[in-house]
């Protein structure tokens, strides 16, 4: 079984920077994604990467924003946030899986992380 740990949230004011780390326990799989989740509110997509790190895929209200990246010799995945909004606070969820058919549906991804909070004042 697949464990995934995320760090790297935090408290931090409109415009700053954060830098989520997801580490995985046993071996690199194939995809990882990023989702996120407010309080009383769907969960919803934020970043997707394929195994090469040549393919990703962002929801617009991050794109420009937010940067997904991998290290495959550390079986770890980054989302690099910049100008970091208020509507961006959230759980922020790590999630891999070997095939993803449609990555933006939280339904397609097998494996999960804790989360991590990501709170951002005005």
């Known amino acids: 079984q697949v464990q995934l740990v995320e760090t790297g949230g935090g408290l931090v004011q409109a415009g700053d920077s954060l830098r989520l780390s997801c580490a995985a326990s046993?071996?690199?799989?194939?995809?990882y994604g990023w989702f996120r989740q407010a309080p009383e509110k769907d969960r919803e997509f934020v970043a997707a990467i394929d195994w090469s790190g040549d393919k990703t895929d962002y929801a617009d209200s991050v794109k420009g924003r937010f940067t997904i990246s991998r290290d495959n010799a550390k079986n770890t995945v980054y989302l690099q946030m910049n100008s970091l909004k208020p509507e961006d606070t959230a759980v922020y969820y790590c999630?891999?899986?070997?095939?993803?058919?449609?990555?933006?549906?939280?339904?397609?991804?097998?494996?999960w992380g804790q989360g991590t909070q990501v709170t951002v004042s005005s």
């Open positions: 046993e071996r690199t799989l194939s995809s």
């Open positions: 999630t891999a899986d070997e095939v993803v058919i449609k990555p933006r549906r939280p339904g397609s991804w097998d494996y």
